[in-house]
């Protein structure tokens, strides 16, 4: 692959329904990011994995919201019972390892709850 | 939370003029990226500073790291239409400023 994807890249979806991310990082990056971003602001962190392991989700806002990435590669953002304030574009970013500056982004996945 | 504070929120200017993009925080960082994103697009990297008061140029683009590395500027000689967009100054990684939408009319 040439370089971050995220499916679907839109989903609309009512209030209570739980929905799911996913994010297909760059072949051999080590590290994930999960970001959230409101219209014409810049993202929000929501969490960080560096292989399988979660070391960072102190940005997710409530318990709904869970991420993982059980075998290193693929992840996924599930968010519980939408709300509307859930509404947003989801961007997932990788990089080579954690010292790398680079973040190579996802086209995001625009989320509309109504 | 590493607050980023850019200024202006939106700008609009005409082909050719210059223009510079304001980054500052209170906190210092050790290392401080520009991105650049348009719409239905994720952010692309242009630059990374990480020593203070360093300065790099992209061909129009000049960015300068602050000498206490807790603010930074973006400036834009002879501004094109390509040049549209969400510009984005993040610190550490993982922190964003609030961005500076720029249109530049042909």
């Known amino acids: 692959g040439a370089g971050v994807s995220q499916s679907p890249r839109y989903k609309v979806a009512k209030r209570g329904q739980d929905v799911a991310l996913r994010c297909d990082p760059i072949?051999?990056?080590?590290?994930l990011f999960w970001y959230q971003q409101a219209l014409g602001q810049g993202p929000e962190f929501l969490t960080y994995?560096?292989?399988?392991?979660?070391?960072?989700k102190s940005g997710l806002p409530s318990d709904r919201f869970f991420a993982e990435r059980p075998e290193g590669s693929v992840s996924t953002l599930k968010i519980q019972r939408t709300q509307q304030e859930d509404s947003a574009v989801y961007l997932c970013?990788?990089?080579?390892?954690?010292?790398?500056?680079?973040?190579?982004f996802g086209p995001g996945t625009r989320l509309t709850v109504l | 939370t590493q607050l980023l504070e850019q200024s202006p929120q939106f700008l609009s200017i005409q082909e050719g003029e210059n223009l510079t993009v304001y980054c500052n925080s209170s906190?210092?960082?050790?290392?401080l990226q520009w991105y650049r994103q348009e719409p239905g697009e994720g952010p692309v990297l242009l630059v990374t500073v990480v020593t203070g008061g360093e300065v790099k140029k992209l061909k129009r683009l000049t960015f300068q790291f602050g000498d206490a590395r807790k603010d930074s500027s973006l400036h834009i000689t002879a501004a094109q239409p390509g040049d549209t967009g969400l510009y984005l100054c993040?610190?550490?990684?993982?922190?964003f400023g609030t961005g500076t939408s720029l249109t530049v009319i042909p």
């Open positions: 072949s051999g990056h080590v590290s």
């Open positions: 906190s210092v960082f050790s290392s």
């Open positions: 993040s610190g550490n990684q993982f922190y």
């Open positions: 994995f560096q292989n399988e392991a979660q070391l960072d």
């Open positions: 970013a990788s990089s080579l390892d954690r010292g790398s500056y680079t973040q190579y």
